[in-house]
Structure formats: structure tokens, C-alpha cells
């Protein structure tokens, strides 16, 4: 890739929770970026700090319908998309059963017009959030890249079907790929107002307000929370390999902590740091859900540097003062 300053960086759902703070980390790196969203549930507040940055452009579209039309004025502009930093998707499992053709088009489609784009302009790089949803219920914890992807939903379906794409990106069409399987994500700026949004935004936003909170199940599911600074980190990095000394290209890796918390810990945690008095209920568990996960970060550890830097006591802190001033 050229110099940072002439360097053209496109993230799509940049205006989303995991994008806006992946905007952030590449303007921090002195990199242009554009940014793609449909705004279904991306916001311009998420970007607010950096609205007037003169290295950012925000476009409204829908990565599904394809990249041409839209990046094409800013190509003419700016120069051409260097690298790909695919954020947009649907991302919530258990909407993904309810709606799975909304999900096969949000969570699948979308990646093949990033794959198309990147073939046709030559673009250098392609970086891809998949999950860890894609390994389904395993049971030999921690999970490795190794394990065989048995996804429980249209969701993780979808999610390892993009991941082929990629490796039929790389291997075929000789692009340079990387896919991170991120773990929990959670951190300032994650929705809490859906009954599908992440544990820990319901948990904080609820405990701020003094409301009960519901956990399904017996609450002894596990799972591994990433703080989202350290998810831009890993996203960043992976897509700013040189293509000529690239060492990631092809690459799959968790992207997650290694430690493993129940959901009544969890619990339990968000109420104390809100020095809240609520009670918790448990209702019926949610089908399809998995019951454990943890990664195993070695991969991403030896290959992209990733040593996540956010303890969940410090990342919840941080999560509930953003939470508290809005
Ligand atoms: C999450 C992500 C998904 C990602 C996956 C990776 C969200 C919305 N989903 O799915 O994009 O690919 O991790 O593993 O961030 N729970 C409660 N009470 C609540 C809400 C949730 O007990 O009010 C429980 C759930 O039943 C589940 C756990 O908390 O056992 C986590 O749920 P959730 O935050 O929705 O995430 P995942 O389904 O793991």
C-alpha cells in the first residue's frame, strides 16, 4: 500500500458500532477512509468526533446493491480503494432465524459485492468480520480456527459461507483476504435498545435505569467479550499488511480474549459497576443459541500482534460512563 496520507481505506457499516470505532483507529493512523452505510442501524452520532475530519467521506447506500455506483464519484476525487473493511451486516443471531433471507442478503450477498468490487479495481486488500457463531456448539474449549464450522443459524451460515468467498478471493482471483472471527464485541456505542442488541448493553443500559434484568436460560452459558477498541485494533492491522510482504493473506483467526465468563457473572459484574439494586429474572432459553465459547487467540496473537488491552472490569467501566452520559 502507498504512504498512510495517500492511502484510500473503504469501511463498509463504518457508521455502525464496530465501524465507528475501526473509523476512528484509521484516522487516528492518518489514513483517508470511506465510510458505506445504510443507516438501518448505523448512526452519523457514532461518528460525530470525526464529522468534519477532511479524510472522511460518508456515503448512504446499501453494500448489497453493490460498491461501483457509490464509490465511483469518490474514486474520481480521492483516488483509488486500497483496502475493504467489511463491517456491514445484520448482527443479530436470533433475528437471523426469524428472517433468514433478510440475513442471507445483509450477511452473504454483501460480501460478494465487496469481492467483486476488490476483483475489478485491483483492490489490495480485503479485511472481513466473520464470528464465532460459525463453529456452532463445541465443546472443546477454547475454540482454535481448527474446529470444524458447524453454524446453529442462518447467521453463522452466512458468516462461513462469506469466509469461502473470501478464500475463493484469495486462492482464485489471488486477492488478499483476512477474515477475523470476532468473539463478543461490546463498548461505547453499542445499541442497547433492541431486544436482540448485545447482553452487555442491555445489562448496563438497564441497571443505569434501575430496571430488572432478564437472563435466558440458567445463566451459566459462557461467553468470551471483547472490548471494541481492541476488535478496530485487529481490524485495522489486518488490513494495513503490505500486499507485497503480506503475511496475513488468506488468514482466519479469532479475534476474542481467551477468557470465558457466564452470563450470571456477567450480571452480576454490570450491576455492581452501576452500584445498581435490580433483580434478575430467568426466563425460558433462547433456541439456537450456543452454549459456550472462548477463543483461542494464539493465531491472531502470532500473526497480526493482537493482545487485547481492555480487561472486562476496565471495558464495562468504560462502557457504563458512555452509557451514563447520553
Ligand atoms: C453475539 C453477537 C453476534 C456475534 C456473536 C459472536 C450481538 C447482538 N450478537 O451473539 O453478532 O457474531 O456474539 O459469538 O452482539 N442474554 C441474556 N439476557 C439478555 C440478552 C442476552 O441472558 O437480555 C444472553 C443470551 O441468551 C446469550 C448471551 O446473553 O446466552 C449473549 O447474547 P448476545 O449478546 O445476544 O450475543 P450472542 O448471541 O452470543
Not at 55 to 70: H, M, N, Q, R
Not at 116 to 125: I, Q, T
Not at 299 to 313: C, D, S
Given at each position: 500500500m502507498p504512504t498512510p496520507d495517500t492511502t484510500l481505506i473503504c469501511v463498509t457499516g463504518g457508521a455502525g458500532f464496530i465501524g465507528s470505532h475501526t473509523v476512528g483507529n484509521l484516522l487516528e493512523r492518518g489514513l483517508r477512509v470511506v465510510v458505506l452505510d445504510d443507516?438501518?442501524?448505523?448512526?452519523?452520532?457514532?461518528?460525530?468526533?470525526?464529522?468534519?475530519?477532511?479524510?472522511?467521506?460518508?456515503?448512504?447506500?446499501?453494500?448489497?446493491?453493490?460498491?461501483?455506483?457509490?464509490?465511483?464519484?469518490?474514486?474520481?476525487?480521492?483516488?483509488p480503494v486500497h483496502g475493504i473493511i467489511h463491517l456491514a451486516a445484520q448482527t443479530s443471531v436470533i433475528r437471523s432465524m426469524e428472517k433468514p433471507l433478510t440475513d442471507v442478503r445483509a450477511n452473504y450477498t454483501s460480501t460478494v459485492?465487496?469481492?467483486?468490487?476488490?476483483?475489478?479495481?485491483?483492490?489490495?486488500?480485503?479485511?472481513f468480520t466473520s464470528s464465532s457463531a460459525i463453529y456452532g456448539d463445541v465443546t472443546d474449549l477454547p475454540v482454535t480456527e481448527a474446529a470444524p464450522p458447524t453454524p446453529m443459524s442462518p447467521y453463522g451460515v452466512h458468516k462461513r459461507a462469506s469466509e469461502l468467498h473470501l478464500q475463493y478471493g484469495s486462492q482464485v482471483l489471488g486477492l488478499s483476504t483476512t477474515a477475523l472471527r470476532l468473539f463478543n464485541v461490546y463498548g461505547p456505542r453499542q445499541d442497547p435498545s433492541s431486544p436482540y442488541s448485545g447482553v452487555i448493553s442491555i445489562f448496563l443500559e438497564r441497571s443505569l435505569r434501575g430496571e430488572d434484568i432478564v437472563i435466558f436460560g440458567d445463566g451459566g452459558q459462557t461467553r468470551d467479550f471483547v472490548f471494541v477498541g481492541d476488535v478496530a485494533w485487529a481490524l485495522?492491522?489486518?488490513c494495513l499488511n503490505d500486499k507485497v510482504t503480506d503475511k496475513v493473506s488468506g488468514l482466519i483467526a479469532n479475534i476474542g480474549t481467551g477468557h470465558a465468563i457466564t452470563i450470571n457473572d456477567l450480571a452480576a459484574q454490570c450491576i455492581a459497576c452501576c452500584?445498581?439494586?435490580?433483580?434478575?429474572?430467568?426466563?425460558?432459553?433462547?433456541?439456537?443459541?450456543?452454549?459456550?465459547?472462548?477463543?483461542d487467540i494464539t493465531?491472531?496473537?502470532?500473526?497480526?500482534?493482537?493482545?487485547?488491552?481492555?480487561?472486562?472490569?476496565e471495558g464495562l467501566r468504560l462502557t457504563a460512563d458512555w452509557y451514563r452520559g447520553q
Open positions: 443507516f438501518s442501524t448505523g448512526k452519523r452520532e457514532n461518528l460525530a468526533t470525526w464529522l468534519d475530519h477532511p479524510d472522511l467521506e460518508i456515503i448512504e447506500t446499501d453494500v448489497s446493491d453493490g460498491l461501483f455506483a457509490p464509490l465511483a464519484p469518490v474514486v474520481t476525487r480521492r483516488g459485492q465487496v469481492i467483486e468490487y476488490a476483483r475489478v479495481e485491483a483492490v489490495d486488500k480485503v479485511v485495522t492491522t489486518a452500584d445498581a439494586t435490580v433483580r434478575v429474572d430467568h426466563h425460558p432459553e433462547r433456541p439456537g443459541e450456543i452454549r459456550d465459547s472462548v477463543a493465531r491472531a496473537h502470532k500473526t497480526l500482534g493482537f493482545q487485547p488491552q481492555t480487561t472486562i472490569e
